[in-house]
């Protein structure tokens, strides 16, 4: 018999009905005259109860060899459960075991671990309720971002890893080499010479699929990229990740506030799809991560988004009656601090700021009227801070020369992308929500590590 979800037996078995499932045993107690296991198959939660019966043929040799991580499959019938909090529970005609867990040395045990431990055992975390719920939420999250964009017709681009262009201009690239490490080419001076570094040319791994995707928009109007960014800042924090996942549309014949009113339908349209699939997930994530967690969906879903200008959120942050760390003044970029205070305490929802000082801001965002700001807009989010940035981009020829040659950025390495206001230039704009931090958002989780598989960042395990 095929094996079936766990968490469709849950929600649809019948008593009496017959059931295969395949798992690993997270835990196993024995009594009497029977033994109760609990399976996981990462489907749900949730366990299966299996109870077998001290007259189960090999009872005594089979429930040794059971113990927890061990991995089973049982078929059986399903009876009403007796012990709270389920309705039903399976009991075996058949019994296999896959593979053993030697209980000496298995690192899960049935108590709560903390999330450092978890972290160094990455390989076997995902078996935990939490992390188990992280990654189903997760999973719901990406589902829900297609959807969005492929019911608005927006196609779906691919854009590449290694690329020759710093779009952030950030500085904040990792290089790709295929040096022979033995024969290291290097300058006079005898610094590496990374100019020939991607077969005698230079190359990074992306910090954005934005200016490709800006391309592709120019062909198709709206397009979206799904994919992983790199970013080498050193900063260890609780919300950068060194590879982290980015989703980046981009739409032509579109400004500003289209932007904004597409970032915050988008929002809208992930929270109320990940509560409708993932409802248990989203429950234990309110229990126990962070009670606010239904509220904040709720929040999301149910309120429009605050909107100002920086020029206002400099005022207010002013005005506030708290200390910050850093400073405030027209012209300084805004720290963490600084935007979870405007979400988290003065607005108390998601605030999208806009039309920030040139100065602070990449070299592609459009200049307003003023000369001074351009139209740039970040979501700020309740405990997270920036979940998206993004802008209307410079369209217009002259002005985007001009911006590259103030930045001291070289234009020869740009021409394709001026090429785009060469020929049939149109107004556009996009934006890039990070993943992982929507992810921590959704779920409440502390640290940005817990959040994606396999976390990349300094001083994080590797392999
Ligand atoms: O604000 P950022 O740097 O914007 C861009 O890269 C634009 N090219 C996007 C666009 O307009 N198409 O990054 C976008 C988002 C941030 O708001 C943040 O959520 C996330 O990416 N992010 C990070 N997430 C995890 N770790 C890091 N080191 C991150 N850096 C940015
Ligand atoms: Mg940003």
Excluded at 217 to 240: D, I, L, Q
Excluded at 282 to 287: A, C, G, H, P, R
Aim: glycine content about 6%; charged content about 25%.
């Amino acid at each position: 018999m095929e094996a079936q979800r766990i968490v469709d037996i849950l929600r649809n078995g019948q008593l009496d009905d017959t059931a295969t499932i395949q798992g690993w045993v997270r835990t196993k107690r024995e009594l009497k005259n029977f033994a109760f296991m609990e399976i996981n198959d990462g489907s749900a939660m949730a366990n299966l109860q299996v109870v077998v019966d001290a007259d189960f043929p090999d009872y005594e040799a089979l429930l040794k060899r059971i113990t927890t991580g061990t991995s089973i499959e049982v078929t059986g019938t399903l009876i009403p459960s007796q012990g709270k909090g389920q309705r039903i529970e399976l009991k075996p005609t058949n019994l296999q075991i896959y593979g053993e867990s030697d209980p000496e040395t298995y690192p899960l045990q049935k108590k709560r671990h903390s999330f450092e431990f978890l972290r160094e055992i990455g390989h076997l975390r995902a078996r935990t309720n939490t992390l188990g719920a992280v990654f189903r939420v997760r999973n719901a999250c990406a589902a829900a971002i297609h959807q969005f964009f492929q019911e608005r017709d927006f196609l779906w681009v691919h854009t590449p890893l290694i690329t020759a262009s710093d779009c952030e201009g950030a500085g904040e690239l990792f290089n790709v080499t295929n040096f022979d490490l033995k024969q290291v080419p290097r300058q006079e001076n005898g610094e590496v010479d990374y100019s020939q570094d991607f077969f005698g040319k230079r190359a990074y791994l992306t910090v954005s699929g934005q200016l490709e995707a800006e391309v592709m928009a120019m062909s198709f109007k709206n397009v979206y990229t799904f994919g992983p960014t790199f970013r080498a800042e050193n900063s260890n924090t609780s919300r950068h990740l060194a590879e982290f996942w980015m989703i980046e549309p981009e739409m032509a014949f579109c400004n500003l506030v289209g932007d904004m009113d597409l970032a915050e339908a988008f929002l809208k349209y992930i929270f109320q799809s990940v509560r409708d699939r993932c409802p248990e997930d989203m429950e234990f994530f309110n229990k126990r991560i962070d009670k606010t967690v239904l509220a904040t969906a709720d929040n999301i879903i149910n309120n429009q988004f605050e909107r100002i200008t920086y020029t206002e959120a400099i005022e207010l942050l002013k005005k506030a009656k708290k200390k910050f760390e850093f400073p405030v003044d027209w012209g300084v970029d805004l720290q963490s601090e600084h935007e979870r205070y405007l979400a988290e305490e003065l607005f108390k929802k998601p605030v999208i700021v806009c039309d920030y000082p040139k100065d602070i801001k990449a070299f592609y965002m459009r200049l307003n009227d003023d000369g001074k700001t351009v139209a740039a807009m970040d979501v700020l989010a309740p405990k997270i801070g920036e979940i998206i940035g993004g802008s209307q981009r410079e369209e217009r020829l002259d002005v985007l020369e001009k911006r590259i040659d103030e930045m001291g950025m070289p234009q020869e390495e740009l021409w394709w992308y001026l090429d785009l206001r060469r020929y049939g230039t149109v107004p556009h704009a996009g934006f890039g929500l990070g993943f992982e931090r929507l992810v921590q958002f959704m779920t409440g989780m502390g640290n940005i590590r817990d959040v994606i598989p396999f976390p990349r960042a300094p001083l994080s395990a590797d392999f």
